[in-house]
């Protein structure tokens, strides 16, 4: 009966967490960014310390400027239009981001229909497991 009740919960555990909305958070500015390549693909480079968005490990030499090189093909959050492409600026002025809407995590309409399969197809396998250790107690 233990082991009912553990696939049970677990296998409502993963069905929770595979029905459950997970989004990605676009970077807010609140805080330094986690490395120079995301800084770099959130249009910021040349990162002076005092800024909200620099952080001693952005900056390798010690120079005070954090991220200062950037990559072949960079443009700056200033230059960027709302999709993310070069060709305009933000009017908020903030590089760019929306304040703090979630980022593009790349999903389809489909997405939730595949999630929810997985959820049933691991909740069938609880099922078979439950099963067979049932038949395998019982003999």
């Known amino acids: 009966m233990k082991l009912r009740t553990s696939a049970l919960a677990a296998t409502a555990a993963a ?5 459950t909305p997970s989004a990605a958070a676009a970077h807010s500015g609140s805080h330094p960014f986690e490395n120079c390549a995301a800084a ?3 249009g910021y480079s040349k990162i002076a310390e005092g800024d909200e968005h620099y952080g001693k490990h952005l ?4 120079d005070g400027i954090g991220c200062d090189r950037p990559p072949a093909g960079f443009v700056p959050a200033k230059d960027r239009s709302g999709d ?3 060709g305009g600026g933000s009017e908020d002025g903030n590089g760019g981001e929306d ?3 979630l980022a593009e995590t790349g999903g389809t309409s489909a997405t939730p229909y595949l999630a929810t399969g997985g959820g049933l197809v691991l909740a069938a396998g609880a099922g078979v497991l439950v099963a067979t250790r049932r038949r395998r107690t019982e003999r």
């Open 15 to 19: 069905l929770g967490m595979t029905l």
């Open 40 to 42: 770099y693909a959130a």
């Open 59 to 62: 900056d390798r030499d010690g």
């Open 84 to 86: 993310g492409k070069a």
């Open 99 to 101: 304040g703090g809407a």
